[in-house]
């Protein structure tokens, strides 16, 4: 079974079995998208340039028309020199005054290029700048229901990687696109008017070509969909490799964990490959047309020449021409390759966008004043998912400052109400108040900015142990995060390490004890003096010895506060005001440890049980 998933063989709701592939799930939102070409996404997509076209795009446009101006003389000035300079007057000084102006030209050219590659830059980077902040910031409002469906690789790889391939697009692709239509334009109208024949001819195979990429164009964008979904499989994969790397090692999976990941990395090279395939037949086919239209140019210019009609400094130049016309062709059909990478990208980028969070402020809320405490829950119901309910009809009263323990076998609905306490989810039937207002009712923030959570698996952020502590409460002064540290006895440790306080932690606090860890988030909660408390299974992970200070560190953080304590511990719950026995989403058991013990009921039995086993 795979290390990484440890369920057991118990699949999850938004999973599905992935056949041939060991025992591995794979997610269904990274399914390729078979849809049509979606124009509205596209405006949607180069909406975000709209704010920089006034400042940049007048630039931008100038060294355009500049720079195509430029390279369309240089054909014209050529054929002036075969015909006059060379053929008909013989004269050196006109040759030499033509070169120059074409070396001018040439020059003109390539400043007009420099510059217009600097400006367009800066509007790509500040494109990706702001759509990468969109993202985020909107990934960041997200609820749970979203994160409880995916893993954190797929989420990763639409803010990097699909993100960074539109990155070319915006910095080259949409200002060459523009330059090759109006180079293209130039050039129809040139050859239409030095002779249209021979520009008619010429042009014949266009559609040709454009029928034959028309056909490949669906096959190609969703060839390149799939490159991404393969890729997003392989970041989710990596990053939950390195997350469970203990794991995978202390079950000597390694051999296991790398066959897996190599059948992946097999399966996205073969979809790169295929996908690449298909972009590669773009230039032979543009080649191909472009050889039958100079086959027809030189066919016909050389009867045109033989009856008089033009020269062959025109020929030369439309020969110069027709070359500048294939080479634009040849980039649309690369650029428009290079839109269909990014329209697959960009699909992925806005169905995360597009998703709404299931838990939002309502119309009108108001931030709830100062909590007092008093919390209540009124017949709720809560389904995860429709028709499975994880809490039936739940009464529970709180009073303020009480605290109250939660305890039951797993999945009986323990974190599933202090989730709710909180407004992670919201709830299918009846109402949670907190003093008497229904928290639907206020704003998120004002709710959970007074609520305090510790849990088991506490979260340490990179960066200084004083910062860690500080994220409780960010315009906290250095002596109040020192306070608070004191207060929960986390101070002499911290003090014996080699930067004290400006100690560097590593990515989740790998370098610190689980105790450790846990003493840093109760100085963190206390820091952020919540009205409302909830300790997660806060101390089922540590040692006797740091248990007593997390013990004196509870009488400091749990006095005057409403708390949940969520707990298998006696020593954490006998001393809790109120005690909640739930099993099945049911309350089964209200009262004190000795109220309860004297029932004889399921929580004696479960303390007992605990008792067998030290």
Known sequence: MSTQTELAGKQEPGLKKKQGLSDRFVYKDDDAIDKAFDWRQFRRLFSYMRPYAKQLLPLIILMMILGTITKLTVPYLTSLAIDKAIVKEGSLKLLYLITASVILLYLIQWAASAYRIKFTNIIGQKVIYDLRSDLFRHIQKLSFNFYDKRPAGSVLVRVTNDVNSLQDLFTNGVVNLMIDCV??????????????????????????????????????????????????????????????????????????????????????????????????????????????????????????????????????????????????????????????????????????????????????????????????????????????????????????GQSVALVGHTGSGKSTIINLVSRFYDITQGRITIDGVDIRDVTLQSLRSQIGIVLQDTFIFSGTIRDNIRFGRLDATDEEVEAAAKAVDAHDFITQMPGGYETEVEERGSALSMGQRQLLSFARALLANPRILILDEATASIDTETELKIQEALKVLLQGRSSFIVAHRLSTIRHADHIVVLDHGEIKEEGNHDQLMKHQGIYSGLIEAQFRFL
């Open 183 to 400: 180079q293209l334009v130039g050039i129809v109208i040139i050859l239409l008017m030095v002779n249209w024949k021979l520009g008619l001819a010429v042009m014949i195979t266009v559609p040709i070509m454009f029928f034959i990429s028309t056909k490949l164009r669906q096959t190609i964008r969703i060839a390149w969909q799939v490159v991404r979904t393969k890729n997003s499989r392989i970041n989710s994969h990596l990053n939950e490799s390195i997350q469970g790397i203990r794991v995978t090692q202390a079950y000597t999976q390694e051999q296991e964990n790398m066959n897996y990941f190599d059948v992946m990395n097999k399966d996205s090279k073969k979809s790169w490959d295929k996908a690449s395939a298909m972009n590669q037949m773009f230039g032979p086919l543009i080649e191909i047309t472009g050889g039958i239209g100079s086959f027809i140019l030189f066919w016909l210019g050389a009867y045109l020449i033989q009856s008089g009609e033009i020269t062959i400094g025109l020929l030369v130049a439309f020969s110069n021409y027709v070359g500048n016309f294939w080479d634009p062709i040849n980039r649309l059909g690369q650029m428009y390759n290079q839109l269909l990478v990014a329209m697959a990208s960009s699909e992925r980028i806005f169905e995360f966008i597009d998703e709404q969070p299931s838990v939002t402020d309502k119309p009108g809320a108001k931030p709830i004043p100062t909590i007092n405490g008093n919390i209540q829950f009124d017949h709720v119901v809560f389904e995860y998912e429709k028709g499975r309910a994880a809490l039936k009809g739940i009464n529970l009263q709180v009073q303020a």
